[in-house]
């Protein structure tokens, strides 16, 4: 357990709605990281982040934005949620060379 | 394009059989790769590899790595059915910033 939470862990919405979700971890980890996980596509990487205010885009970026002002919250905005963005979102953080995942949020847009 | 392979897709065993996974990678500025385990819920780590030709085991499970043909097997031995689960597979490059994941391995353990 590497201390990290996510909010909402289940969350249903409609089509053109924003929604965020957020990581939140206590052990001021500096790499945090957005995934989404569909079946047969693995995890695939939204964003992350290597420090308050510093973020990049992964290899699904569109249609998400990402925030880090402080060091222990990573949120994740859909700005108008569409429904191929109906996933499982994990969260993640960097430590001693390798990930640890939050216990994920599952999300239906309708 | 980074990517990262994983085979069989799917597989279903006894208990008791012995499964080998298997995970080839193309990834540029390789540094490590990475296999966890997936039941109903978050991926947990399992282990972590970064030389050739050095196991590394837990238990009933162990991990060896060829970056020479780039790739990587994760054999379970004498497996349960506490091992069913999806088995993911991924690589870091070598800024260690970003994670590339294979699609899984479904283990299903039959009593």
């Known amino acids: 357990d590497a201390g990290i939470t996510q909010s909402p862990r289940h969350k249903v919405t409609e089509t053109g709605t924003p929604v965020t979700l957020r990581c939140h971890q206590t052990e001021n980890h500096r790499y945090m990281y957005w995934y989404r996980q569909d079946p047969g596509h693995g995890l695939r990487l939204i964003h992350y982040s290597y420090g308050v205010k510093d973020t990049d885009k992964g290899e699904v970026s569109d249609g998400y934005s990402v925030s880090r002002s402080k060091t222990e919250d990573f949120l994740l905005t859909l700005e108008s949620a569409t429904s191929s963005q109906t996933s499982v979102y994990f969260c993640a953080i960097r430590a001693q060379e390798t990930q640890y995942f939050g216990p994920g949020t599952r999300l239906l847009v309708l | 394009e980074d990517k990262v392979v994983q085979s069989p897709l799917s597989l279903v065993v006894h208990e008791g059989d012995t499964v080998t996974l298997n995970c080839s990678y193309e990834?540029?500025?390789?540094?490590?790769l990475l296999w966890y385990k997936q039941e109903k819920k978050a991926p947990t780590f399992l282990f972590m590899l970064t030389s050739s030709g050095i196991e590394k085991k837990s238990g009933r499970l162990s991990s060896i790595l060829d970056k020479k043909e780039l790739f990587s097997i994760l054999n379970i031995t004498a497996t349960q059915t506490g091992d069913s689960a999806i088995y993911l597979c991924?690589?870091?490059?070598?800024?260690?910033?970003?994670?590339?994941f294979g699609t899984g391995t479904s283990l299903t353990v039959i009593p």
């Open positions: 990834v540029t500025n390789f540094r490590s």
């Open positions: 991924a690589v870091a490059e070598r800024t260690g910033n970003q994670f590339y």
